[in-house]
């Protein structure tokens, strides 16, 4: 079977003194579903972009194929009189049609949407159709990164179907039941070092678990034998030392004391002193390789208010529209002290605007939309792609804590050399941290969360789970994982959209 081949890979980025890759070895077979898992931060990308020879590095990358990375790079004069098919033949000159059609249908998209502005379609749309454009090539292994960053709960199942039939990919998400639906193998950036298994997302959880108790038992064994050892090695030393007193101690039945026999059995004592030292110190670098890869989410902390009536938004028959143009028609809710809800419902059904107009926003409605007066909002955009300045200025605006809010960071596994960069700096899962970090830190009643995982690494995310699963605080969510939505127990209110 063809493979690509990765040998003694080394990487930094130019200026950085870091490497991001270390004498890096593995195998990817090219008949691979692939899925590439790692912490924000680890280098997945990165990890993509060399395998297409983006960038230099030290080493040996090869293959019997070209590798193709998705997304796409739009050209800049993309707008609302180019056509998809004009975007496509833009992007591939030498792309089929009828090859792009069958994909679509695969992915259950109409192709009509070829003839539409490609302006004009929702963000599904335009990644399913990229992605038709995608694996309408042959002889290619494709590199897809994070597709499911535009696509709802239901986008999701059909890609993770169509996914599923295809082979020859490594795909980055950070969605478990994606993962587990489309691929067979993992390659996995770990704190140290690089691991390669077949199966899927949930098998590797599974069998890191099982390595990650061996490691935590073997630790607590090589933690006792080191006591043992210090104790034995401070006695050996004490013994050596008192014998070598005795060099010069006075006569003994009016004999002299046998120097040269008392200082061989010092000798010999030391040297025991000297060997148990050494175990004691290699048992201690064992120790210290042991949990390199051991991956710790600490425990996060929430501060809710309790507000002091049980019913904190309700509404019935609540219909949105941006002028004629209606969003969302008879909505119907109640969420109450400690509830945990989820607005689900296609791209385009109005999830987004209900959260604005809970929070005052100036959008025309109907029906009826009654929110507790005095209500302490904290909030999460779903784009968050313009947080720009210093991280320190970001939470004084927000009345932070400074010092808790970088811990905070630090435990959601953010590095701390980016402490005193620029946000506009920042990738998008790190922006995204920053802004869930200053929510977690703001006491109010109710947490709005607008697609809070979008490039959210797979860690942070159970460690969110577990944060909402523990201090249960007033949620009006949306989100398309549903992994993590299951995890919570969000309840559920389907949102129907308007044609």
Not at 145 to 159: N, Y
Not at 435 to 454: F, Q, R
Request: overall charge neutral; hydrophobic content about 35%; aromatic content about 8%.
């Amino acid at each position: 079977m063809a493979q690509i081949k990765v040998n003694d890979l080394t990487f930094c980025y130019e200026g950085s003194y870091d490497n991001i890759f270390e004498h890096v070895n593995l195998q990817i077979d090219t008949d691979w579903r692939c899925g590439l898992i790692g912490r924000n931060g680890k280098g997945k990308t990165t990890f993509l972009k060399l395998l297409t020879g983006a960038y230099e590095y030290s080493g040996s990358i090869t293959g019997p194929m070209e590798c193709v990375y998705f997304p796409y790079t739009l050209p800049d004069e993309v707008g609302s009189s180019q056509t998809s098919m004009e975007l496509l033949e833009a992007l591939n000159p030498e792309y089929e049609l009828w090859k792009v059609c069958r994909e679509l249908e695969q992915l259950s998209v109409d192709p009509e949407v070829l003839g539409r502005s490609f302006s004009t379609l929702s963000g599904g749309e335009q990644t399913k159709l990229l992605l038709a454009l995608l694996f309408s090539g042959e002889n290619r292994f494709l590199l897809i990164d994070e597709p499911t960053s535009h696509l709802d709960m239901e986008g999701r199942e059909k890609t993770a179907e169509y996914l599923r039939k295809k082979k020859g990919f490594l795909l980055v998400s950070h969605d478990k039941w994606f993962l587990d639906q489309c691929v067979d193998h993992v390659l996995v950036l770990e704190r140290q070092g690089v691991t390669v298994m077949q199966g899927n997302f949930t098998s590797w959880q599974e069998q890191k678990a099982k390595r990650d108790a061996c490691a935590l038992a073997e630790n607590e064994r090589l933690q006792k034998d080191i006591s043992h050892l210090k104790k034995a090695a401070r006695q050996a030393e004490g013994w050596s030392n008192a014998v070598e007193k005795t060099k010069l101690g006075t006569r003994t039945g009016g004999l002299r004391p046998d120097r040269g026999f008392i200082g061989h059995k010092a000798a010999k004592m030391m040297k025991r002193s000297k060997n148990t030292q050494r175990r004691m110190e290699k048992a201690a670098q064992e120790k210290e390789g042991l949990l390199n890869n051991l991956e710790t989410t600490e425990e996060l902390k929430l501060f809710p208010l309790t507000y002091h009536k049980e019913c904190l938004i309700k509404a019935k028959g609540l219909s949105l529209s941006y002028g004629e143009k209606p969003v969302c028609r008879d909505v119907s809710f109640e969420l109450k002290n400690g509830m945990q809800l989820a607005l689900k419902g296609g791209n385009g059904c109005g999830k987004s605007s209900i959260l604005k107009k809970i929070q005052g926003a100036g959008i025309e409605s109907s029906g009826e939309l009654l929110t507790a007066s005095g209500l302490v909002i904290s909030y999460v955009p779903q784009d968050v792609s313009r947080l720009c300045g210093k991280l320190l200025d970001f939470a004084r605006e927000r009345g932070l804590t400074e010092h808790l809010f970088l811990a905070l960071l630090r435990k959601l596994d953010f590095p701390r050399v980016q402490f005193e960069k620029d946000m506009s700096c920042y990738s998008e899962g790190q922006k995204k941290k920053a802004a869930l970090a200053a929510s977690l830190l703001t006491k109010a009643h109710l947490y709005i969360w607008d697609e809070p995982l979008n490039y959210i690494d797979i860690f942070s995310r159970m460690q969110l789970a577990d944060l909402i699963r523990t201090y249960r605080p007033t949620m009006l969510l949306v989100e398309h994982d549903r992994s993590f939505l299951e995890e919570i127990g969000a309840e559920q209110v389907e949102i129907e959209k308007c044609f």
